[in-house]
């Protein structure tokens, strides 16, 4: 069974480059989550979507950053244009709504180099 | 404002001893806690978890306890193995808000000495 599936898994880009980081949930659930990870803020919530609609978009730093879900099975996060400070792991999760534990099921993680 | 903390950032704990993961919050509207466990250049993985209306929940070697009045819980590994050893997040929610996201601490580095 797969589980969310991120990519690049690195990346390493100049300043003002764009960058485009995917994920593809797990079936069949049906909220998908972009959490950034950085050694000062932890684990930081950017963006929730459920069925697809971005519900909460309020951890999203700036109008540089933006995401999208096209379709159930697959998400994009956007930096344009890409700063040395956001630098980080991105990482895409999902569950599923009404779940007893509600675990949220992440993937690997797309590490971000901006130089 | 971090709503959930974890204010050691690294723990080292001899093997076969118990590890004591610590964890803050601050919004009294949280009612569902959750552990997390993250290897490097891995997700993080559920670990464990715990609804507002109990004060303890165990799984095997880990056991969860929750102290709602003071607003702290707590992960108790015991006995501690070096396959232990990794980030430990705490994570909250609160179911009311219809949403499953979840606030996350920054982190407990657990090393386990063999």
């Known amino acids: 069974d797969a589980g969310v599936i991120q990519s690049p898994r690195h990346e390493v880009t100049e300043m003002g480059q764009e960058v485009t980081l995917r994920c593809k949930p797990i079936?069949?659930?049906?909220?998908l989550f972009w959490y950034r990870q950085t050694m000062m803020r932890g684990l930081e919530l950017l963006i929730y979507?459920?069925?697809?609609?971005?519900?909460?978009d309020s951890g999203m730093p700036e109008d540089r950053f933006s995401a999208k879900m096209p379709n159930a099975s697959f998400s994009t996060l956007k930096i344009q244009p890409s700063e040395p400070r956001d630098s980080a792991v991105y990482f895409c999760?999902?569950?599923?709504?009404?779940?007893?534990?509600?675990?949220?099921?992440f993937g690997e993680g797309s590490r971000l180099t901006v130089l | 404002d971090q709503q959930v903390k974890q204010n050691s950032p690294s723990l080292s704990v001899q093997e076969g001893r118990i590890s004591i993961l610590n964890c803050d919050y601050t919004n009294s509207m949280f009612d569902y806690f959750l552990w997390y466990k993250k290897y490097p250049a891995e997700g993080p993985t559920f670990l464990i978890s715990?609804?507002?209306?109990?004060d303890k929940n165990e799984d095997g070697r880990f056991t969860v306890f929750l102290n709602k009045s003071a607003k702290h819980l707590s992960l108790h590994i015991v006995p501690s193995q070096p396959g232990d050893s990794a980030v430990y997040f705490c994570a909250a929610r609160w179911s009311g808000a219809g949403s499953y996201q979840l606030t996350f601490g920054k982190g407990t580095k657990l090393s386990v000495i063999p």
């Open positions: 715990i609804s507002s209306i109990k």
């Open positions: 079936s069949g659930h049906n909220s």
């Open positions: 999760a999902s569950s599923l709504d009404g779940e007893l534990t509600g675990e949220l099921f």
């Open positions: 979507f459920n069925n697809n609609v971005p519900i909460d």
